[in-house]
């Protein structure tokens, strides 16, 4: 294999990306002398997996240890968050006198695990011989009552005689019915983290992105709150609940935070890593849990990781919030019926379903929304409905990059608040843009090619007008680098040395926001063959050339296919624009992009690979 380190010329941008590449962070051989020095390991790591670490900034004993051992004794001490003493004082009054207490959470999957989680708080909680009553969970449904509290819910508890109500994931902004709640004899804790205008007259209001908030991980999802909320309530009377309840409930709490895409950084990440660990254990895992990744074709034998979190449960319960039976999947958290959970998982597989139509749906709304503006010439389309859900924008909005060829932002409107995710084309920096437009902005992250925001719905219009004005005025930069961690020479490479390193990476994970899957560059290689197109022509399997004997007694890494996934269109299209035969495409010299993981695919007659080479772009090798 040839290697040009030199780059005597500009490089050609990724055929799949359209950028140019760029590596993230080098880092020097002394650091990581230094890291292996005090890596808190018995087992020898490499080299690559140490400059990963000291590129996300993980590179001193105390970091590196509790990266590689999180433990719930280095989260945060509840009692940070604002008004955590007030709520857990009246919840140990209503103990003690025995209220009959209510939840009213939200129909999306933060709302829902928020709601379990509680719920069996509850159930479990005590002081001596004093209990609760708990009134089964509600989680409102998005048609019949809208988003936030239901005040039709508030009179009908206040009838049952409720006196205390918890609401997860909303009522910061319920001024209304939580005041009517104190008219009819109830008080309400607030246990949330959206954003507000006026406060609401609630015993206590714990949300980490309130106004004077000193909690120092304000990237708590609603769950997560009331995990927080249970944590203090534990560490103020130890004998209050069950010695092992706090890890008892960390896979709900780890589906939430991953369903609402909060950063998986600090005090998050040990939530999800402890989370996953609960997932992956037969013993403990909850019926309904394993019925949903029974029906997911997720019972293989496989590790869950978060991608499934992302990609496979939360959209099945967020389905039975937007389209079907929302209490079906409280229940499916709920119950520990096996046969239960099985034909609830199905309700639920059933309704994503239809959800995906759903998707097509929203690709249509925002097309005929986009015709005025892209008649018009606007430089890039800012798009908002009520009728969207924040789990599906995202894909949304890269097909309407697609469609237009300029950056999209569609917002998803809940209530006062709303939820947005921007797509970009090469040569915008669309998290760039966003920055310059962040005084109408309460939160927003991500990179050049994909962000998120949230903001007040009524700051929609001033957004749009800032994210144009934004776009014009943006100086000829040229195109955004596509980042990448490593160069790694498959040529001199076998099949274990990526199986090991496939492992190694593994002790990175949960991967996610803040700590996105690691990506490798390798230079100069050629093709075996034309790439095969999968499944019609959106995927391809690439097979390049490697060494002509194995390393030893080693398969050559190089042996192994790649596969990529959506990219059909854009390979196609570049051979099309440059008139390329088969001879000239075998000829050629090229750069990859690439990921390795675990495979979860296992064929039905032949030889199970444990290792997926995922090719994520591709360019004519530098200098040819």
């Known amino acids: 294999m040839k290697t040009d380190p030199a780059f005597p010329v500009a490089p050609a941008p990724g055929v799949f990306s359209g950028r140019p590449w760029r590596q993230d962070l080098q880092v020097e051989s002394g650091l990581i002398t230094g890291m292996r020095r005090e890596l808190p390991l018995d087992f020898q790591v490499s080299d690559a ?20 051992y999180p433990s719930l004794e280095h989260m945060h001490d509840p009692f940070e968050l604002l008004e955590m003493d007030a709520a857990v004082a009246r919840m140990f009054e209503a103990v003690r006198n025995g209220e009959r ?6 129909f999306d999957v933060d709302g829902i695990t928020g709601s379990a989680l509680l719920h069996e708080a509850l159930c479990a909680l005590s002081l001596g011989e004093s209990r609760v009553l708990p009134e089964n969970p509600f989680i409102p449904d998005r048609v019949v009552d809208g988003y936030g509290i239901a005040g039709r819910m508030v009179r009908e508890w206040a009838n049952r005689g409720v006196t205390l109500l918890l609401a997860v994931d909303t009522g910061a902004a319920a001024v209304n019915e939580i005041k009517l709640a104190r008219e009819l004899g109830m008080e309400v804790i607030v246990l949330d983290h959206h954003i507000f205008e006026q406060r609401p007259e609630a015993v206590a209001l714990v949300n980490p992105r ?9 990237e708590l999802c609603g769950v997560a709150v009331a995990f927080k909320f249970v944590q203090a309530l534990k560490q103020a009377e130890p004998s209050c609940l069950p010695d092992d309840f706090l890890s008892s409930v960390l896979d709900l709490v780890a589906l939430g935070l991953v369903a609402d895409q909060m950063a998986l950084v600090g005090e998050n990440r040990i939530l999800v890593k402890k989370g996953l660990e609960i997932f992956n254990d037969r013993e403990r895992i909850r019926p309904g849990l394993a019925a949903l990744l029974q029906v997911s074709g997720l019972d293989r034998g496989f590790p869950v990781t978060t991608g499934e979190f992302a990609y496979q449960l939360a959209p099945r319960l967020n389905a039975c919030g937007r389209i079907g039976r929302v209490m079906s999947a409280l229940e499916l958290l709920l119950t520990r019926d096996p046969e239960k959970a099985k034909r609830l998982a199905e309700e639920a597989d059933r309704t994503n379903s239809r959800r995906k139509e759903q998707d097509l749906i929203l690709k249509d709304q925002a097309i005929d929304m986009a015709v005025p503006f892209v008649g018009r010439g606007d430089p890039g389309l800012v798009l908002a409905s009520s009728e969207w859900h924040k789990g599906i924008i995202g894909i949304g909005a890269a097909r309407l990059v697609e469609q237009y060829q300029l950056p999209v932002v569609l917002i998803a409107v809940e209530g006062d608040e709303a939820r947005g995710s921007a797509r970009s084309v090469p040569q915008v920096d669309v998290k760039g843009i966003l920055d310059r437009c962040s005084q109408h902005l309460i939160r927003h992250g991500g990179h050049a090619q994909a962000a998120g925001m949230t903001l007040r719905a009524r700051d929609i219009p001033v957004f749009r007008e800032a994210f ?9 930069s040229g195109p955004v680098p596509e980042p990448f961690d490593l160069d790694l020479n498959l040529d001199g490479m076998g099949a274990r040395d990526i ?3 496939v492992r190694e990476l593994e002790n990175l994970e949960p991967f996610g926001s803040g700590n996105r899957k690691p990506v490798f560059l390798c230079r100069g290689l050629q093709l075996q063959r034309q790439p095969t197109f999968l499944s019609g022509g959106a995927h391809l399997r690439f097979a390049f050339r490697g060494p002509a004997r194995p390393s030893g007694d080693d398969t050559p890494a190089l042996g192994r296919e790649f596969v990529s996934f959506g990219n059909g269109e854009a390979w196609r299209r570049m051979v099309e624009r440059e008139q390329l035969e088969p001879r000239d495409l075998l000829g050629r010299e090229w750069d990859i992009l690439f990921q390795v993981g675990r495979s979860t695919f296992r064929p039905r007659s032949g030889h199970y690979d444990p290792v997926q080479q995922l090719l994520v772009d591709i360019r004519p090798a530098v200098g040819r």
């Open 101 to 106: 207490v209510a939840i009213h959470g939200d």
């Open 499 to 501: 199986t090991r390193l």
């Open 468 to 476: 144009l004005e934004a776009l014009r005025s943006k100086p000829d």
């Open 49 to 68: 997996l140490l400059q990963i670490l000291a590129s996300r900034g993980v590179t001193q004993g105390r970091e590196l240890d509790r990266f590689f």
């Open 210 to 218: 309130r106004e004077g908030a000193t909690y120092p991980n304000a």
